[in-house]
């Protein structure tokens, strides 16, 4: 039902707040059923009808969702939530058992603040997410096994042409081989991203955020008329990028020191790309979810497909389909076709 209301919100952007109750004595010991049960009947005779009211942990922790809310200060919103509930329990519990409930609010759009270290997404807004994993714990294994034989016959294999690499950048511009960037993971947590740099020292990042911003806002996709028209949705013809830049993005070869992301754990083989934060921060809630079911990826579905060529949104729902229908063997489809895709370089810039 979370997981429903989750997709409800996403489309009517009407923001619902779950709340979590359990009771907890002071020793730690959790209450018998008994009054979990009693707090659900006070809540269920108390709640509008379109609250949804049930067990979020079987005979443990109790949920109430409150739907359809018009959020304007989110502090005195879960104020006077607070201050109903309470008047509730305290109607039906004695003094020693209302003072063993410990109540959490937990609002739904959630936050996703990258200043904070830690993962930003709320875990208890996505159960679903946690017991699907469990519930494909097998391929998971396979999947992180392919990608630790993967990306490390690629290093090897790739190991001269690092070097060749490396040795242009350096003899062609001035600054550091690696281009490290902060970019977003699953559930939103940051990570550093490597590339062989391709553009200019301290290049200027708003002519990219700019853009990107512009492109994810645009409902029709067509922040930049000029490369609409010749279907790109892709900044193309930046002054940032160094001339060794332009051949290393055209093969897409400055993409291969992310199998060291990939080694780490950060990144698998196959995913959607991971966004800059900036690039987050222009999402629609429902565009969040390409980062919450799947690792990022070095390649995936959309970029075999249409890469550069398809509007932001039908991006977000390839990736989705992806996650949805993800198997070993998908996977496998991806990485045989993902050669042909580099070599023919449509919507590489």
């Not at 709640?47 to 359809?68: A, C, N, P, Q």
């Not at 922040?223 to 013809?237: F, I, P």
């Amino acid at each position: 039902m979370i997981a429903i209301e989750r997709k409800r919100t996403e489309r009517s952007k009407a923001p619902f707040v779950l709340m979590l109750l359990e009771a907890v004595s002071d020793d730690g010991q959790k209450s018998s059923s008994a009054t979990l049960h009693r707090i659900a009947a006070a809540l269920l005779t108390s709640s509008r009808d379109t609250d949804l009211i049930g067990w979020y942990k079987d005979d443990e922790i109790v949920g109430t969702m409150f739907t359809g809310l018009i959020v304007n200060d989110k502090r005195a919103v879960l104020d006077t939530f607070l201050a109903k509930v309470s008047t509730t329990l305290q109607n039906e519990l004695n003094a020693d058992e209302f003072n063993q409930v410990r109540i959490s609010f937990h609002l739904f759009p959630d936050d996703w603040d990258h200043e904070k270290p830690g993962r930003p997404t709320n875990p208890a807004l996505y159960p679903d997410l946690d017991s699907h994993d469990k519930g494909r714990r097998s391929v998971l294994i396979v999947k992180r096994s392919v990608d630790i034989a993967g990306s490390t016959a690629m290093v090897v294999l790739f190991a001269p042409l690092f070097l060749a690499i490396a040795l242009a950048i350096k003899l062609t511009s001035r600054g550091p081989v690696f281009y490290r960037q902060q970019r977003v993971g699953r559930y939103g947590q940051t990570f550093t991203f490597l590339k062989f740099r391709s553009m200019f020292v301290n290049s200027d990042c708003n002519v990219h955020k700019e853009f990107v911003t512009r492109l994810i806002a645009s409902t029709s996709g067509e922040s930049n008329q000029a490369e609409s028209d010749r279907g790109v949705y892709k900044l193309t013809g930046d002054k940032r990028i160094t001339r060794v830049g332009k051949l290393l993005r055209r093969t897409s070869l400055d993409e291969l020191p992310q199998f060291l992301n990939v080694l780490k754990g950060d990144m698998s083989l196959v995913g959607p790309r991971p966004p800059i934060p900036y690039e987050l921060a222009a999402y629609q809630t429902w565009h969040r979810h390409r980062l919450l079911a799947v690792k990022p990826g070095i390649t995936g579905l959309w970029q075999v497909m249409s890469r550069s060529s398809v509007r932001f949104d039908e991006m977000v729902r390839l990736d989705l389909r992806y996650a949805s229908t993800w198997t070993p063997w998908l996977d496998l489809k991806i990485l045989l076709r993902t050669p042909g895709a580099v070599i023919r370089g449509s919507g590489a810039y």
